[in-house]
Structures are given as C-alpha cells and as structure tokens.
C-alpha cells in the first residue's frame, strides 16, 4: 500500500462492503454488480470492501466460482474511477485457503486484505497470531472483529495486543455489536503504540457513537476514523456526509439523535428482531427498490427476508426520508447500468 493511500486510510474513509447482484437464477449479473461499484464511487466513498461478508462468503465455493470474477470486475470499475480508491477484499478459511485468497487479491491489485477468522473457531491464540502472520506476508492486513451472530467468535484483547505487533497491520474493522469488545481492541491498538493502524467501525448499531467518541486510555487517545460497513452500502452517498459530520465532532445532542435514527434504520435492514437472519436481503431490498438491484436474490435461496422484515423497512423509510439518498440514485441510475 502507497503512502498516500495509508495516509487517507489513516485520515478516515467511508468504505462500504459491496453486495453481489444476482439474477433470478441465482447467477452473477454482471451489469448491475458494475453499477453497484460505480454508485459507490460516485457517492464519494474512500474505498470499496468486496468478497466480504455482505458479497456472501459462498463466493468461494467452487461449484460457484465468483471469488475471483467479482473481484477483477470491482477491480475494473476502481481503475475507471479517476482517483484512488483504497481496494480491500475480504480473506477467509484456514491458512492455506487465506494464503491463497492474499495471493489472488494482490494478483488483482487489491491494496489490502480484510482476515476474517471466523474459519478457525477452536483455533488458540497462537495458532490464530501464526495464521496471521502467515497471510500477512502476502499483503498489509486489515483486522475483523465480526460479531458471532454472523459468524465470527470471541476475540480477546490479549489477541488484538499480539495482533496489533503485525508491521503488516494497517487497519481494523471492530464490528463486535458489543462496547465491552470494542473496547478491548481499541486499548489494545493504543498499548501496541500503534499510531498508524488505523480503526474502522464495523458496528452497525452504533455507527455515530463510535465515530464521535474519544477513546481514552493510558493517557492516550484515538478516535475511530472511518466506517467499513454493511450498512454504507446502502444509502452511501448520505453516509459520506455522516462521516464528515462526524470527523473530530463531539457528541451533541443532534448528532446521538441522528445516530439513534441511523440505528433504528440497521435495525430494519439488518433484521435485527430475528438474529440478523435477513441481513443480506435487508440490503438487497433497499438497493432493490432504488432499481440498483433487479431483486433481493442470494446464493443460498434461504437466505430471504424475514417476515415482517419488509414492513420495517417501511417504517424506517418513512420516519427518516433525510437519510436516504433516493434523489441521488434515481438521477444516476441509468448512467450506472450502462454497459
């Protein structure tokens, strides 16, 4: 990763993870996976995050075999951007499948890797450092705390210290959904003297706390940069100015409304009510209804909206019309499914 691109990653960016855009038979929809890359770019964000949670981890199975596709054709919309754009992609499975993916990511021009290790769920933490360091010598990592309801397992703070010693380390996506968890790897970021690692929330139930909260801790403080976020895939160009807002600001009272407005929303999206089994779709649902999507389809046809998902959706549209970026979407739209 260039200077410049750590610096801007350091300075704090709005990343949304980038869904996939499927047909009705469940195959990849090539024009509307390049619109979706295209709208993000136009909304202003820093970064696009693919091959993701919200991109569905069944990417790599091989009787799919979009890994790889989806990548090159994000990849290829980031070259047209006409700026930089910091490219991440999601790394996952044991070691030799996570040495893999860094090696295809790197391939493919992807300027870090986003390690889940959600593969590894009775691994100690030895073998987790080990299996860290391993992929990190194959590209700069960007660390995950994803939260054991969609997969992940605990993560204590004696691992972020140790994790936090990688020099391959550039960032970390916190997205635990759990303040104590937070915690434990912010100050463990701030222990390691690591200045320049950079913190991402990944929280979708706190996004505005967690940006405008100082965090203090042996006489230190850091504050949480940026967002790589399910939720800032859709809606993005409203959460590039959240972010903004939320640079440096204190915690006034508008901003923690808007901030319970905003979770209130990722309650409806995420499916909260029901263990965040609607997740995917709830995004997919969003994006469907701005015509970015031709419909809420998933690799696993299970994967679907949960009852009453829909009707939430509603109500969120209905209570904060201020944060949808409909008008936006709807001017541009046709430009984005342009071959």
């Not at 509307?32 to 964000?45: C, E, K, N, V």
């Not at 890797?113 to 299996?131: C, F, Q, V, Y």
């Not at 222990?191 to 139930?205: E, F, I, Q, W």
């Not at 809420?296 to 998902?309: M, N």
Request: glycine share 8%; net charge negative; aromatic share 8%.
């Amino acid at each position: 990763m260039s200077a410049g691109l750590r610096a801007a990653l350091l300075g704090g960016l709005a990343i949304p993870a980038h869904p996939l855009a499927l047909t009705a038979s469940r195959r990849l929809d090539e024009r509307r996976q390049r619109a979706l890359s295209r709208y993000y770019i136009a909304a202003g964000a820093g970064g696009l995050a693919v091959g993701v949670h919200t991109t569905q981890f069944a990417i790599r199975d091989p009787r799919i075999g979009l890994f790889e596709p989806v990548l090159a054709l994000a990849a290829e919309e980031m070259d047209r951007a006409g700026r930089a754009v910091v490219r991440l992609a999601g790394i996952c499975g044991d070691t030799r499948q996570a040495v893999a993916e860094a090696e295809t990511i790197r391939r493919l021009g992807y300027h870090a890797g986003l390690l889940s290790l959600a593969a590894l769920p009775e691994a100690g933490e030895d073998e987790l450092i080990a299996h860290c360091r391993a992929v990190a010598e194959c590209v700069p990592l960007v660390g995950f705390y994803l939260q054991p309801a969609a997969g992940g397992r605990a993560l204590p703070y004696a691992f972020w210290r140790r994790f936090a010693e990688i020099e391959a380390v550039v960032a970390i996506k916190i997205a635990p959904f759990n303040r104590y968890q937070t915690l434990d790897v912010v100050r463990a970021v701030i222990d390691a003297c690591r200045d320049d690692v950079a913190l991402y929330t990944g929280n979708d139930d706190s996004i505005v706390a967690d940006l405008v909260t100082p965090f203090r801790c042996a006489g230190k403080e850091r504050r949480i940069v940026g967002g790589l976020l399910g939720h800032w895939s859709v809606w993005t160009q409203r959460a590039v100015a959240l972010l903004e807002r939320c640079r440096n600001a204190d915690a006034s009272p508008d901003l923690l409304r808007l901030g319970m407005e905003v979770t209130d929303c990722n309650a409806a999206f995420f499916d909260a009510a029901n263990g965040f089994r609607g997740c995917i779709a709830g995004l997919h649902e969003v994006l469907h209804r701005q015509g970015l999507l031709a419909g809420t389809w998933c690799l696993d046809p299970a994967e679907t909206l949960s009852r009453g998902q829909a009707e939430e959706i509603d109500r969120v549209l209905r209570a904060y019309p201020h944060l949808n970026d409909d008008e936006f979407v709807a001017c541009h739209r046709d430009e984005w499914l342009r071959g």
